[in-house]
């Protein structure tokens, strides 16, 4: 019998192509909608291999419910929805999607700082509700992005390609990381320092991290109050590394300016969520990666590492 291979949400069919004829398909045919829990922990039960998203939780109780899971390839560089630790012990290979998501993710990290400093949403509201009566000389004026300070939390590829593009636009770049990137710092003219300087010195602070528990609301009251009043904190990694309810209040009593966001602790979040109460909070719905183009890649990488680990051939992206 084939071995069989469950995908946890509906694939472009040109992607799936290249897993037909080796392995036996089953996929969760909604594209919007993620496969309820019960649903998943019934299907991977005679599974060889999960091809994921960051939606689905993969712990211990999944795990145990898939005695013949050999490979999880998540599609996605993080893989904090994935008990790593725990399917290491059972010898399951885990992969995900590096590097194809770089420049992608690096734009709309630098799309939302611009949005965010220049009021752009705000605006857009502005005339959309027909408020804009006339020209004025403050009216809806926000921050310089030319020439400011930006603090980068997380100097790996993504935060190297922003600092690129920071470059192009005369910025003063910090950076903070585990271990300091000298190659990088010639490449980009970035300086290392240390996270509380990074937060006191930075105009913009973007968050580029992986998430882990040890990182887990690394941003919270204290570190917002080392802020600039003037500073926009900008986070497109994953929620929990900042402490959202410390953030609200950081910005409805005015310790910082602004904050432009792609994640949240618990996605989706609610439409009446606090931050989006808040007229200087820029809000995405997680769709740093979302190019057509980078999508796809990531589709693909996550096939190849899972046709690649089952038959043994080629190389994966191998997370543990």
């Known amino acids: 019998m084939k071995e069989k291979i469950y995908i946890t949400r509906k694939l472009p069919a040109s992607v799936v192509k290249k897993l037909e004829g080796e392995f036996y398909i089953e996929m969760w045919d909604q594209e919007e909608e ?13 599974a060889q291999a999960v091809l994921c998203m960051l ?14 899971l050999k490979v999880i390839s998540n599609m996605a ?31 709309l990290t630098f799309a939302l700082m611009m949005a965010t400093a220049r009021r752009l949403v705000e605006a857009s509201d ?21 020439g400011a300070t930006l603090g980068i939390i997380g100097f790996g590829r993504i935060g190297q390609a922003l600092a690129k593009r920071a470059a192009g636009f005369g910025m003063n770049i910090l950076y903070y990381n585990r271990s300091q990137k000298p190659e990088a710092e010639k490449e980009t003219g970035a300086r290392f320092a240390a996270l509380a300087d990074v937060l006191r010195e930075s105009d913009f602070i973007s968050i580029l991290l992986p998430y882990s528990e040890k990182v887990h609301h690394l941003i919270s009251h204290k570190e917002l109050r080392l802020m600039k009043k003037t500073a926009i904190l900008i986070n497109t990694a994953r929620g929990g590394i900042i402490d959202e ?12 300016w602004a904050a432009g966001l792609d994640v949240f602790e618990k996605e989706p979040i ?10 200087n909070v820029v ?3 997680h769709i740093g990666s979302a ?8 589709a693909e990488l996550a096939v190849d590492n899972l046709y690649n680990a089952l038959l043994g051939v080629g190389s994966i992206k191998r997370v543990n």
């Open 34 to 46: 993620a496969i309820p829990r019960e649903v998943l922990l019934e299907k991977v039960k005679d």
């Open 55 to 68: 939606t689905e939780t993969i712990d211990e109780e999944l795990l145990d419910a898939a005695p013949n």
């Open 77 to 107: 560089v993080g893989y904090n929805n994935i008990d790593v630790e725990a399917a290491t012990k059972r010898e399951m290979i885990v992969t995900n999607t590096p590097g194809v998501l770089t420049e992608t993710t690096a734009d």
């Open 126 to 146: 502005y005339l959309r509700t027909g408020k804009w009566g006339t020209w004025s000389p403050m009216q809806l004026t926000g921050m310089d992005i030319h």
């Open 245 to 256: 309810a410390a953030l609200y209040d950081a910005l409805k009593n005015e310790v910082i």
């Open 270 to 279: 609610h439409p009446h969520h606090p931050l989006l109460t808040l007229p």
């Open 283 to 285: 809000t995405l719905p």
């Open 291 to 298: 190019s057509i183009a980078t999508r796809m890649k990531m």
